[in-house]
C-alpha cells in the first residue's frame, strides 16, 4: 500500500528514503493485518519511529498540527537570534547575547530537522534523509553547549569552565 526506499537484507541493496506518509487504508468488513518490512543499515534506530492509526482526515489534522506548533516555536526563536544576534553586533562586548542568538538559532534548527517530523521538508522536500538526521544529531549538542556558555557568562562561579570545555569536546 506503501514504500519509502527499499528495504534489503544487506547494506549494498538498500535504498535509503525516509518520509512522512499519511496512508488511506481500504475499508474491509473483517481483520486488517499490517505488515511492516523495514532495514537499518543506513541509519540504525531510525526507522519506524511512529505509526498512528486512525481516521485519514484526523491523521492529518493531527500532523498538521504539530507542523504549525514546530513552526510558530521556530519562528519566535529566529526573532529571538536575530534580535541577540543584533545586540551583539551594536554592543560586541555584550557576549551572553550572542551565546543566546546563537542558542536560540540551533535549537531552530534542531527543530526543523527533527525526525519525528521533518517540518523544513514541507518548504525543501528534497533534502536527504541522511543530511538532515547529521543536522539534528549536531545541533542538539551545540545547543546545549552553547546555553551552558550562556549561563557561565552570568554566572562563571556557577557554571564550570571545565565543563564546559567538555561540552565543546563532545
Known amino acids: 500500500v ?4 527499499q528495504p534489503a537484507t544487506r547494506a549494498e541493496d538498500e535504498v ?3 518520509q512522512i506518509q499519511i496512508v488511506v487504508l481500504p475499508d474491509i468488513a473483517g481483520t486488517l493485518d499490517l505488515v511492516v518490512h523495514t532495514s537499518e543499515f543506513h541509519q540504525p534506530g531510525s526507522s519506524f519511529r511512529t505509526m498512528y492509526l486512525g481516521e485519514a482526515e484526523m491523521v492529518w489534522k493531527w500532523q498538521n ?3 504549525i506548533a514546530i513552526y510558530l516555536v521556530s519562528g519566535a526563536l ?19 547575547a550572542l551565546y543566546f542568538g546563537l ?11 527533527i525526525e519525528t517530523d521533518w517540518a523544513i521538508r514541507l518548504f525543501f522536500p528534497d ?3 541522511d543530511l538532515l538526521f547529521v543536522v539534528y544529531r549536531v545541533s542538539m549538542p551545540v545547543s546545549f553547549a552553547l546555553s551552558y556558555h550562556f549561563m557561565r557568562s552570568f554566572y562563571p562561579e556557577d557554571f564550570s569552565l571545565w565543563f564546559q570545555r567538555i561540552f565543546w569536546a563532545a
Open 103 to 113: 542558542y536560540a538559532l540551533a535549537w531552530m534548527v534542531t527543530m526543523l530537522a
Open 65 to 67: 498540527n504539530r507542523w
Open 127 to 129: 533534502i536527504p534523509a
Open 16 to 18: 535509503a528514503k525516509q
Open 78 to 96: 529566529l526573532l529571538m537570534a536575530v534580535y541577540h544576534i543584533v545586540l551583539f553586533l551594536l554592543r560586541r562586548d555584550n557576549r551572553p
Open 2 to 5: 506503501a514504500q519509502s526506499g
